[in-house]
């Protein structure tokens, strides 16, 4: 049942990894992945199918469901930015989810998850929305606009009263938290 | 192939084995990643073979052949390894249910047990097998066998559970040994093994806790200053992706904006003025108080294990089971009761809570550390008498002994030779050891120290958690939200009480490192000075394996430094290249930044909607006029032309789309095109949630 492409792309999956997603992890997130859309996602992957699941059923993973980003995760992993996944676009963000992970790695799509309108920089919207999603909008707008100014104050090293990538790594690279 | 075409060749295929190696590092998309990885593969295959020649070509494939056996063996090992790890399961499910601070104690309890396991190994494998398969009957001495008086109430329950009787002569309370250097079929060295296994465990409990200190240390940055990135770091890091739970995440919401509240309320307190007189005064007298505390419970124990061993001399029946178990009792109850008055006294000092939490937790620590320490003062007099003792049977025994010689001279008129004294093991007359009562001593307090904290858990935090809920339907107050509540876990109040209950287990054979030493230079000797004490190699060797210990820990403290001295100069060069480019108003040369845009949503993608047809050519201008830093190499990579292999070189690459020079237009386009999105375009405008 489970044929070569299966075969093939858990092994190298397994190479690039270098984690222990070994055949039987690929085999299960190809049975995750089946079970978001079983009538659209084939058993067979040996035509190489182009075979995208949409937005709205992955953000009901158990695993997204209750995380305030789930929608920008799943948008900053697929390819059109419309967070609709191909499984090789699902793999890939569980395993850069997965704590074995690089932390360069995990930094650089913490940038593009935090960077909510695409345009590579984390701008002064951007944290706005970052912070009401994380406080369920329960601050006011004098505490919101004195938190975000205060970010930018802390990171912002080119001046330009943005977050760029360069500022956004050195920021995180320190912090202690930064894993998960 | 010449020679140099053959070490152009050999560099190649090493490159393309490094870009396999680190492929998982790169944020490329998957289908990049396999095709390159195909690629590389290909090509490694192909041209590996070829470099060998002859005979040496067939060592290389051999050699070649081993290396990906021994990848794969070594990849196999690590997820046997990690499937092996007990535990981790549960461990999953509570991280997802309260967040990985109170998993990351569990974890630590996971290690700590596996550090005991360890030690217990030792211990029993070299010196309590050793002794039950070679040793005599009953151990190599006379000592270790039950006297006759007690062997009438050896087995009683109420004895053993004191830990006296068969428990106490038994394989686990060996403690002693005599002058024989070997012992058994395979002559043994036993009293050296003993000495070697008390240092050994010394020694390995302390290496294993600096190792995992030192890799802490170097994982979790440069240990940078509290207040430098606070509100950026409690914007991006807060969120526990681990939180699969929706009242876990309530909760967490809850305390990430309290968290916020909280910053933004030091902020504005940082512009305050405070009386500060006011607040030295009340600080130094929190400090006061506490010490008078601390004071205070020392007394009470050093009054009650002075009064333990008068009940000792009385006899056991006359006791009730409170005098009988009073140490124990009141050491527990000290450890229950004096933190929350700490916390208390400590309301009078005002400090910021994390502050606070600091002090407070070394309270607790200088009283628990205080508490053992008196309870091992205490302990010295009762060793002070027991020694005294032994001097007495000493002298008794011998004197005995002179008189069966005298004896069985006067009787078989011999003056060689005379058998020993054919005495049953029981008979023998012995003192009391000394370190099998400490031993005893610390047992007892573990047990009860673990019973305390079973019926704490029982009461405090189950039964008041039962009530809370299923009373709560019938009371006046809400009990869930005010008192009594459920019980928080205190999770650095937990992670102490490890750490102290393995430090009781390390003080039983610390001391057994100096006893053993001068056991060792003179057997029935011992009464010793302080300073031959001192100079006794069972306190040198522990000083200097602290001493190796500390090299070792700052050694990878140094290393954690000059990594962090690299990463800065790298960023700092980056930051220069980027001005430079910037200003030369070239494409950026920097590889993340390249990745970085290909991993830009592929635009062709989208299915353009008919009415917005025409502002199709300024959005490629306009994304490629965003910022000098970003390159059109997105609009090339976007429209799939193929992936080169990327080298890491530092030369300015091609710009397709030609050099940017029309950034105020594209701007008024990209503005333009903000207010007023599209019906299916404009992606940051999708409803969310």
Redesign the interface.
Known sequence: MYNSYCAI?AM?T???????V?VCCSRRLHGRYHELAPHLVPMDYTRNPDVKVPLSLIVNM??L?????R?RIV?AF?????GNLSF??F??MF?V?SET??R??KA?????I?D??????ICKED?EK??NK???E??TQE?VD??CG??IE??D??GDNKL???DFE?????????L? | MSEGEMAALKEEVEEKKKMIATMRNKPWRMKRRLIMLKECQQFVEKFEGALGKGKGRRLYAFKVMMAKKWIKFKRDFENFKTACIPWERKIKEVESHFGSSVASYFIFLRWMYGLNLILFGFVFGLVVIPEVLMGLPYGTIPRKTVPRAEQARAMDFSVLFEFGGYCKYSVLFYGFYNDKRTIGLLQFRLPLSYLLVGIGIFGYSLMVVIRTMARNANEGGDGGEDGAFTFSWKMFTSWDYLIGNPETADNKYASITTSFKESIVDLKEQQKDENIHLRRFLRLLANLLILCTLAGSGYLIYFVVKRSQEFAEKDEEDLTWMEKNEVEFVMSLLGLACPPLFETIAELEDYHPRIALKWQLGRIFALFLGNLYTFLFALFDEVQAKLEREKDIKNATLWAYNEYYNNYTLHHNLTTDIPPPDIDPADVIRGPCWETGVGIEFVKLTVSDIQVSYLTILVGDFLRAVTVRFLNYCWCWDLEAGFPSYAEFDISGNVLGLIFNQGMICGKEKMYDVVIETIDRDLPDFMGTIFSYASNPGLIMPAVLLMVLAIYYLNAVSKAYQQANLDLKKKMQMARDEERNRRNNKASTNQVMKDLEDLLPNKDLIPPPEPEKPEEPPKDQAKGAKSPKVSGKAGSAANGKGVNVQKDVSLAAANPNGAVTSPPRARGANADRGPSPGPGRERSKKPRN
Do not use: Q, W
């Open positions: 792309h190298l397994c190479i690039i990894l270098s984690c222990p070994c158990p695993e469901k209750e995380n305030p980003f929608n948008e697929s390819e059109d930015g419309l090789n676009d793999v890939d395993s989810l992970a690089p360069e790695l650089i799509y913490a940038f593009k935090y909510f309108n695409v345009d590579n920089f944290l970052t912070l994380l406080t369920k329960e601050l505490e004195l938190v205060k970010t802390e990171s090293l080119d760029s990538f360069a050195n920021m995180i690279s320190r912090a202690p938290e930064f998960r």
